[in-house]
């Protein structure tokens, strides 16, 4: 059979054309991303200019008698970039069709996960200030809150994987709950750098 | 420009480069406030130009596949913005087709304004550009040319692309008003598409009263 009788033996709609050379899933969790990045964006906008029109305070920030525990925090974010490369490695792993690496890296990405969320609710508890103590308070809550947040979401994408994973789900063919799972963790851990220096640090 | 993160393996190394990013700000910060300045703008510079040159190195498309249509016929991809329906084209065309069981596809982009474009106001471009293709392949037609055509992308890289995956060319025309008039020309389309696209390229200007 020649290749024009092949191409004219398809029948249907004619294949899919992906001109990004990305896939639909792939494609639409970056757009999400996108529309993230822009909600974050807004945050800081606040947080940068609360920061400049408060220079009342002698060029101290925090404010006086606000402490930003940067080491606890520190150490939560090296729990948060360890979770990376557990995620990383769990979709090497099937990649690889090593399900037990799967499943491990998942495990522990949920965990580290999971330490990361509860360590920032201790952390709010014993900070000493709340939400309504200055803008600058405000802010705080808001950028690590809604950070927060989009680790509970991150956690609870990791749990389906987990349970896939558990259950037999992917293959090194099929991985893409995997695949775009991880661009979302990353895309977490991604935010939380730039949050805790630009909150914690600067 | 290609989405440089297409994976989560991707992703992870952009996640350790960010690492790096920020832990040479803050050991900048630490030693003083202006180095720290300093090591941000410089850094974001470095990545701003870092990203404009990966752009101009990016490889060509893969060859594409064998085209599934007759061994004999030859089939020729025109891109053409104002210049569709003129003279110095239509000789070209004449040329390429002359001897041959030769297929010509059209491709106008629908060119719009860069506020149109973000306002997503595209439905006069469109209507312009299927206006000039209409009356091209009428003038094609008429010199004994088959020809068919499409309105394309406002950006003439992406409209090739774009009808690369369903034509299939054998070679590519590219038609521009002379330098100093053509926008193509000043923004390197003819050098770009000789360079992503796997494919001959013959470059047309077209002098338009």
């Keep these: ?202 | 420009m290609r989405n440089p993160i297409r994976s989560e393996a991707d992703a992870f190394r952009f996640v350790l480069l960010t690492i790096g990013y920020f832990a040479l700000i803050v050991i900048g910060s630490v030693i003083n406030v202006w180095l720290g300045l300093g090591v941000f703008v410089g850094l974001t510079l470095g990545v701003v130009w870092w990203i404009v040159s990966r752009r101009s190195r990016e490889p060509p498309l893969p060859p594409q596949a064998p085209p599934p249509h007759p061994p004999d016929e030859h089939r020729i991809l025109v891109v053409a913005n104002e210049t569709v329906g003129g003279a110095e084209l239509l000789t070209t065309l004449r040329a390429h087709v002359s001897g041959r069981n030769a297929r010509v596809h059209v491709v106008s982009p629908a060119l719009n304004s860069p506020l149109r474009h973000w306002v997503s106001d595209e439905d006069p471009a469109r209507e312009e550009a299927q206006a000039r293709l209409d009356r091209s392949l009428a003038a094609m037609r008429a010199a004994g040319v088959v020809a068919d055509g499409e309105v394309g992308d406002g950006d003439p890289l992406q409209a090739i692309e774009d009808a690369l995956r369903t034509f299939r060319p054998d070679e590519l025309i590219v038609s521009t008003h002379p330098p100093g008039r053509s926008h193509w020309l000043e923004r390197g389309v003819v050098e770009k598409a000789r360079e992503r696209f796997a494919l001959p390229v013959t470059h047309v200007t077209v002098e338009l009263p």
Excluded: C
Excluded at chain 1, 14 to 36: D, K, N, Q
Excluded at chain 1, 108 to 136: A, K, P, W
Excluded at chain 1, 137 to 157: C, D, K, S
């Design chain 1, 1 to 202: 059979m020649t290749a024009f009788a092949e191409a004219h033996d398809h029948h249907g709609p004619p294949p899919i054309h992906y001109s990004s050379r990305v896939t639909p899933a792939v494609l639409g969790m970056f757009l999400f991303i996108a529309s993230e990045i822009m909600l974050f964006g807004s945050f800081f906008t606040v947080y940068f200019f609360d920061r400049v029109v408060n220079h009342s305070f002698g060029g101290h920030w925090p404010p006086p008698g606000f402490h930003r525990p940067a080491f606890v925090a520190g150490v939560n974010t090296l729990i948060l970039v360890t979770s990376s490369f557990t995620m990383h490695w769990a979709d090497t792993s099937i990649k690889r069709g090593n399900r037990a690496g799967l499943q491990a890296g998942l495990v522990l990405t949920l965990l580290l996960g999971l330490t990361f969320l509860l360590t920032q609710v201790i952390e709010y508890h014993r900070l000493g200030f709340n939400t309504g103590d200055t803008s600058f308070a405000a802010t705080f809550f808001g950028l690590t809150g809604l950070h927060g947040a989009h680790v509970f979401v991150g956690l609870t994408i990791l749990s389906v994987m987990t349970i896939r994973a558990f259950r037999g789900h992917f293959s090194p063919e099929h991985h893409h709950g995997v695949e775009i799972g991880g661009i979302y963790w990353h895309f977490v851990d991604v935010m939380w750098i730039v949050v805790y220096v630009t909150v914690y640090l600067l």
